[in-house]
């Protein structure tokens, strides 16, 4: 039986009993057509409405860690892998700690190295007033503590500490100053090199036994004076002169009763200006302990305009023209002006050491036999070196690049007559340069030219410049520093005579050391004036061993008498062994360990303007 009926939306509509199916039957046909119709993936719920009990994907297991659900099956892998990579370290380092190795031990230090911790020992030997405990110096003790206090004529009544010269028990202040300029300039330069020795507090500790001492010289608070401690002893026998003094007694220092006299001056613009220096120069050596660098820096200002306002050399007239004549005073104010400079960044100082008449007076454009060596007289070449530097990692421009390259370029010429093609200077069979033509005392000198060699040469290469040019002909920094190590194998050892000119420096040196605390006993006896003198004229070796000391050194032929009587072979001083120790701190150690490029310019502002910061972001 059919029914017709009619559907609501339109359509026929038809009814057959016979062909209805049940509920699920329906539903059965459906799913076969919907599942092949699927074109998209299904969720997990969706796909367990559609697919039958047979056909269900089989359920992943998951790990719940907390603060992440992760696969059981990945967990399972990442655990297995920790632990066996676990297992293999293990392994692997305890075959590493089983196993015996070969210890790499620390290469030897150099020949300069071993040298430098000698040549510094000589300072604690030198030293005047009451030593710290830290001393080291086993024979030395508390000395000429009340210089000053008695002395007639002089406003200076605390002038203890500081260093003896040489041999002798007189404090120079002329090459003292220039000594602490030096030690301060080396430890600007290659501080790194002192560190890696271990010796960078100790040459600080020298430096400031030095400048504590030149600040009881002059009346340091004030900013302007009239007169300075220049010397304190003496040491003049010319005429007969029988009087008790520091040539004429042989004494350990220690024992000295005799009066102590003060020079001072009042005209004396070389040493002025060259305390100016040392001042200076120390300031940037301490420029972390800023109380003392501001003392010092207002110091040397305080020194250098007296010895600009009131011209003349010290020596002149005095007992010091007989022992550390200078020769002028101009050169000093272009070495005090250039360090100045550097302590302070005033272009005022800049201004003066580059003013080209300063520099005639000086004898820069000159020459002479004497050109291009540097010593405790006549700083020329070490001021034209140090003001090369400016030009080479600053280059200020305008208005000072003509004489700054007019200095390099001199600077250049000098390191040129260093070399052993060129004949500005004789040289021993032995291979040492003759800076002072044949003069005795001839080490001091030689010492000075290997520590500039060594620093131009660092120069040059920290300025990305392999080499310089003589005439035609370029050169290598190479050349340089073989000069150099040449120069100081030979003070070294490696000589016709095979000694080493540095007391305590290997197996054969002087014995005979021209020196009065070395040559006298220490003991329980205090010999007078001439009770001394029989330690000054024995034939047997010196008691004490004055470490580190560089005696004046060879003649022209290379010889050498080991005699403690004649100070032209055997007598050592506070300027060579500065010189020494500057020398040996610039070829110590490793090699790409250069110069510090920054630190001499810590004061210095910039050359140029800082440009100005970019415009604000445009606004509408």
């Not at 000295?256 to 060259?274: G, K």
């Not at 044949?438 to 410049?465: C, K, R």
């Amino acid at each position: 039986m059919s029914m017709y009926g009619r559907d609501p939306w339109g359509g026929p509509l038809e009814i057959n009993a016979a062909d209805s199916a049940t509920d699920d039957d329906r539903s059965r046909n459906l799913q076969d057509l919907d599942r092949a119709a699927l074109s998209r993936p299904l969720d997990e719920t969706q796909q367990s409405w559609l697919l039958g009990p047979t056909e269900q994907k089989k359920k992943k297991k998951y790990v719940d860690l907390g603060c992440i659900i992760v696969s059981r099956k990945i967990f399972v892998w990442t655990v297995g892998t920790l632990l066996v990579s676990g297992f293999l370290a293990g392994f692997i380092t305890l075959i590493v700690k089983t196993v015996p190795r070969h210890h790499h031990s620390k290469s030897p230090p150099d020949n300069y190295t071993l040298a430098l911790h000698k040549a510094l020992m000589f300072f604690n030997a030198q030293r005047s007033g009451k030593l710290p405990k830290h001393n080291n110096v086993s024979w030395r003790g508390n000395s000429c503590v009340n210089d000053g206090k008695s002395a007639t004529g002089t406003i200076f009544k605390d002038l203890a500490g500081g260093y003896y010269d040489a041999g002798d028990a007189i404090k120079f202040n002329f090459p003292a100053s220039f000594a602490m300029t030096m030690l301060s300039w080396s430890v600007i330069e290659y501080s790194a090199k002192y560190e890696a020795a271990g010796e960078l507090n100790h040459v600080k500790d020298i430096i400031k036994w030095g400048t504590d001492y030149f600040l009881k010289c002059f009346n340091h608070t004030a900013d302007t004076i009239n007169t300075i401690a220049a010397q304190v002893g003496s040491g003049d026998t010319s005429g007969g002169n029988t009087s008790p003094n520091d040539h004429y007694c042989w004494m350990r220092p220690e024992d000295i009763d005799y009066p102590r006299s003060v020079t001072q001056c009042s005209s004396c613009s070389d040493l002025a200006a060259e305390m100016a220096a040392a001042l200076a120069s120390a300031s940037i050596v301490f420029k972390d302990n800023k109380a003392y660098s501001q003392k010092l820096v207002h110091g040397a200002k305080t020194l250098f305009k007296f010895a600009r306002g009131q011209r003349g050399r010290y020596s002149s007239g005095t007992e010091a023209a007989l022992f550390y004549n200078s020769t002028s005073y101009w050169d000093e104010f272009i070495w005090g002006g250039a360090w100045l400079y550097y302590a302070t960044g005033n272009n005022t100082y800049l201004q003066l050491a580059t003013t080209r008449g300063l520099a005639k007076h000086a004898g820069a454009f000159s020459g002479g036999p004497y050109y291009g060596v540097l010593s405790w007289d006549n700083k020329l070449t070490g001021a034209q070196v140090l003001l090369s530097r400016l030009r080479l990692f600053l280059s200020p421009g305008y208005p000072y690049e003509e004489i700054l390259r007019t200095f390099h370029n001199q600077t250049s010429i000098i390191m040129c007559s260093y070399l052993p093609i060129f004949t500005s200077f004789n040289r021993t069979k032995g291979g040492l340069i003759q800076l002072n033509h044949g003069a005795p005392q001839p080490l001091q000198y030689v010492v000075n030219a290997a520590f500039l060699a060594t620093l131009f040469s660092d120069y040059l290469e920290a300025a990305d410049t392999p080499g310089w040019y003589c005439g035609p002909n370029f050169y290598s920094t190479d050349v340089l520093r073989e000069f150099a190590k040449t120069q100081v194998d030979y003070i070294l050892g490696k000589n016709p005579r095979k000694m080493s000119y540095v007391v305590g420096f290997g197996n054969h040196y002087p014995r005979h050391v021209h020196h009065r605390g070395a040559s006298i006993r220490k003991d329980k006896i205090k010999y007078n004036c001439k009770g001394g003198w029989k330690w000054r004229d024995s034939s047997k070796p010196n008691p004490n061993t004055l470490v580190g000391a560089m005696v004046a050194g060879p003649d022209k032929h290379d010889g050498f008498h080991d005699v403690r009587t004649n100070y032209n072979y055997t007598e050592p001083t506070l300027a060579g062994n500065a010189g020494l120790v500057a020398a040996l701190v610039a070829l110590s150690g490793d090699r790409t360990t250069g110069i510090d490029k920054n630190t001499i310019f810590s004061a210095v502002p910039p050359m140029f303007p800082t440009p100005p910061p970019p415009p604000a972001p445009w606004k509408p």
